[in-house]
């Protein structure tokens, strides 16, 4: 079956430390996302990537880092300099938009990491 | 600068009535626009989509409709049911750039 795949679900880190999380797609889609939510917000993206070893910052990169080197894989690292990293974080996948024009689409969501810092 | 808005944080509706989400986005370079449905701890779940090129589109009980010169997007559920409460997002695309997202509505569907 095809999907999309976050891992670990759940997540805790010690201030100060680096953390990566896992995602992994066997779609074929071009794009990919990562977003974080917080308690009460909605979806706010930090990085995506339309390409293999292309990425372009979101609106919320800052603190984050990212890399596309496997069309299937799109790691993020929080990295020490994030200063509220505790958060419930998504990853998605799509078609690459340009093709879509006309026809039907939808990005889909792995299931999401909650990362704690303590 | 919020491109994709949601201004409603809560909907209650009855079951069987109609549940109607709106949406409002600043950008009209927006391509295509899609509803997720979310639960808590949960990834979100696609519910329908809508091309910039068409004003309806309808999946059972999910219609969506777009007005692009009010820049407006709205879900309707009919009937709805009490399984249909849940968080909704909408979100657009621009053409070789970025998903992005509003704030989301809740909605509850009350028996």
């Known amino acids: 079956d095809g999907g999309i795949t976050q891992s670990p679900k759940y997540l805790f880190r010690k201030e100060g430390q680096n953390v990566t999380l896992s995602c992994e797609q066997n779609?074929?889609?071009?794009?990919m996302y990562w977003y974080r939510q917080d308690p009460g917000q909605g979806l706010r993206l930090i990085y995506y990537?339309?390409?293999?070893?292309?990425?372009q910052k979101g609106d919320i990169a800052e603190g984050y880092s990212v890399s596309r080197e496997k069309k299937e894989s799109f790691p993020l690292t929080v990295t020490s300099a994030q200063k509220n990293p505790t958060a419930f974080y998504l990853c998605a996948s799509s078609i690459r938009s340009s093709r879509l024009l006309g026809g039907n689409t939808e990005a889909f969501f792995g299931q999401g990491t909650r990362l704690t810092v303590v | 600068d919020q491109q994709v808005k949601q201004n409603s944080p809560s909907l209650s509706v009855q079951e069987g009535r109609i549940s109607i989400l709106n949406c409002d986005y600043t950008?009209?370079?927006?391509?295509?626009f899609l509803w997720y449905k979310k639960y808590p701890a949960e990834g979100p779940t696609f519910l329908i989509s809508?091309?910039?090129?068409?004003d309806k589109n309808e999946d059972g009980r999910f219609t969506v409709f777009l007005n692009k010169s009010a820049k407006h997007l709205s879900l309707h559920i009919v009937p709805s049911q009490p399984g249909d409460s849940a968080v909704y997002f909408c979100a657009a695309i621009i053409r070789g750039g970025k998903l992005i997202f509003g704030q989301g509505t809740e909605l509850s569907v009350k028996p």
């Open positions: 809508i091309s910039s090129i068409k």
């Open positions: 950008n009209s370079m927006f391509d295509y």
């Open positions: 990537s339309q390409i293999v070893n292309d990425f």
């Open positions: 779609l074929n889609h071009d794009a």
